[in-house]
């Protein structure tokens, strides 16, 4: 359930935008890369009496890192560790609230798809309209929102008489040749038209 669900259905497919097509070292994807080696190196220690051979064979793949053990076999369980310190209960609070946000957004998005209003996700646009006690937890997550709910834009509004009301457009711009994003900023760059502003960033540090 961990690996399906709250890994492969959730996380990963939240943060593979930012692992694919940020800068290299960018602390987006260093900051996920971080993540996904800390839950794996975990996840191969605890399973490692349990699917012996597996565990073993995955631990030869992963990154070499200072003190690794030559097997999992060697090495010992993970200890305890706060992540979250003074920002636990707050870090808790805000992700449920904006898991539930994403639920409705997701299946607002189901039945745009449906409806044939977009294919993907990213051809999206959403609004929210919230003026209870979710508006400053959305203003706060603003940034991130695209990403959570893997569209290409988000718009936020405060007007709102019946609690949490989600819209779905078609996203404005044109789509991003190599994140696949809708963005204005498509077609205005004079080295990379066919890319949005991130992405024309990304390249220019690569091939200027």
Sequence with gaps: DFFTVDLSAFYLDVVKDRVYCSAAKSVLRRSAQTAMFEVLRASLLLAAPILSFTADEVWALMPTYPGKEESVHLGEFPKERDWLGSHGQGFIDDMTGLLAVREKVLKALEKARADGLVGNSLEARVTLKEAGPDAALLARAEPELPAL????????????????????????GAKCERCWNYSTFVGRSPQHPTLCERCDAVVRTIVP
């Design 149 to 172: 709910f893997i569209v290409s834009a988000v718009v936020l509004e405060k007007e709102s008489a019946a609690g949490l009301e989600v819209a779905v457009d078609r996203a404005p």
